[in-house]
């Protein structure tokens, strides 16, 4: 009874929360629910055949998403946690949305991205079936603590997960794989050929683990993505993946496994992936209106929000960047996105620097002026560094002289601030209504 | 912002990054990189060695100290090794020559007697600063602004040790916004001689260009025996940063 009260307050809250347009529903309906029902999250998802939980600091969106592509496209029936909603609230909004009071709608997978802290409170109440470890780096210290803090707790909650659970780890990661020993059952790696992450960076590797799950024969082909061969036991199949970096190659990696470990006709991942739509900020590419010029204009937005993750996508952009495109970075200190902005100062902006001529940029956000410091300090020019904290007007002026590419590096809020910004402009949908 | 005074070239200035592997816990890089820019826009050579656990240090074999902050378990380890290696001593004779050094958190904590952790026995420090410091179970989180000799100073605190100041010591500042040392006597960090101790990451230096350069100076002085001004800077946007986060956060 408290469970369909639960459910029914959640609701309410959800249909008010989009009449009002406070907001995109996808915590606060969870909240008020777990009020009333605090085992709403166990008692919902008991009613979900098999669970996937996947944690880690960078990726869990594309995994998750990646993942849920595919097994639609197997015919699966999927419910997740969207629009990287990934505390317990954002769990169960999904849930209540999907939950019918008077027959039980039926789901086949439950795939869902917990992020650090949050792991350890609701992944034993998915019961999951497999648990994904991507990787771990430093981000907000002031939520998370210590990166040691955060692999001991997880280590406490391998634990206790039942011994036939599937554990997947990334095998490159040396953090990550220290959780191996705390687990009772069999621990599966993946990892690509010839790489290591040590700490903040992704290193050439000299000895290799013995992997469960490889990417071989890795050819990065610039801001078009990457081509490689996905091995495991028996089995090879080559992949072009629609997006760059090699951080996607292990996005991807974690998605096959998931889908091996699933049974899926892994023959057909591949394929799938050739039409695998990114999530949003997650490396989009965006066709933005014509400019009064008449010329179309081309936009990448590529998310960042904390130093590994912001020196992989300044890595990935720097070798195509052309004298013609222009920057815009945008960096907030609300809560989600850390209101500690120091971490900019690790994130190595100096790989995004251009050195035979210097790029139009913008720098916005509420700490815009952090941002232009770290700039200056990374070699360019203050001279050509605009500044505009209010994102809106920041956007206007790097499209009204645009004439190459957009990029877009926005910090979390300060994306979700651009989807809105993009979506009165006619170029976005509203991404909570992105299946 | 390249210019250089040919008066300037010879000057070189070696930065001892004191366990920068195991103590860089956020952001602390930066004030190495504004250390770094702000010698190099000046013409002043820079070279920055990372001093770690097992490195004997000898005299004169840096101009200037940074020691940035750590996790719990690498300030286990630094702290055995501060006095295993003899380094501690080492950079407490450095300091009395008047060689410069800033520490943030981490460092700062075991530069001073001790650290007394939640469990275990008391981490001993050097005994540079006048200070002590107990774990707690409050965190100390946000923006801090304080009154300083270097007129205000901004940055970003997240410690739960509560660091006290002995008789004799001197603050670093004030707390004019913040918790700073220990969120109740209202003082902040501690400067002996040209050493300077507190919370304050950010990362402090590149939006506090005073004391950067009060710390470049120091160890142009000390080193070359003779005083020192510096060239002045375009610092626009420092400053104009430096006065949006006093009108945010002071």
Known sequence: MRLIAAILLGKTVAFLTKLLKIGGGSAAPGLYALSIEPNLVKKLALKIPRNIVITGTNGKTTTARMLAHFAKESGLKVIRNHTGSNLERGIASALIHKSSIINHQSFDLGIWELDEAAFNSVAPKLNPDIVVFLNIFRDQLDRYGEINTVLKNWQETLKKLPSDTKVLVNGDDVNILKLSSAFKGKVQKFGVKDFKIIGESIFHKKEQENLDFEAKNVKLNGLNGSSFVLRTTNYELRTILPLPGIYHIYDTLAAFACAHNLGLPINQFTNSLTHYTPAFGRVEKLDLPRLASGKAGLGYIFLIKNPAGATQVFETIAPNLKPNDTLLLALNDNLADGTDVSWIWDGEFEKLRTTNYELRTICSGSRAHDLAIRLKYAEFDPKRITIEPDLQKAFKEARRSQKGRLFILPTYTAMLELQSILTKSGVKKHYWKEI | MKKFKISNLKFKIIVGYLYGDLMNIYGDTGNIIALKKRAEWRGIEVKIINISVGDKLKKEEADIFFFGGGQDQAQELVSADLIKSSKGKVIKKEIERGVPLLSICGGYQL??????????????????????????????????????????????????GKTHLKKGATALGMVRKGWGNNGKDRTEGCIYKNAVGCYMHGSLLPKNPKLADWLLQKALEVKYGKEIKLEPLDDTLELKAHALAIKKFG
């Open chain 2, 111 to 160: 530069l001073g007697d001790y650290y007394k952790p939640h469990k275990g026995p008391k981490l001993p420090g050097i005994n540079l600063f006048p200070a002590y410091t107990l774990a707690s179970h409050d965190r100390m989180i946000g923006n801090i602004v304080i009154e300083s000799m270097f007129g205000q100073l901004v940055g970003f605190e997240n410690h739960s």
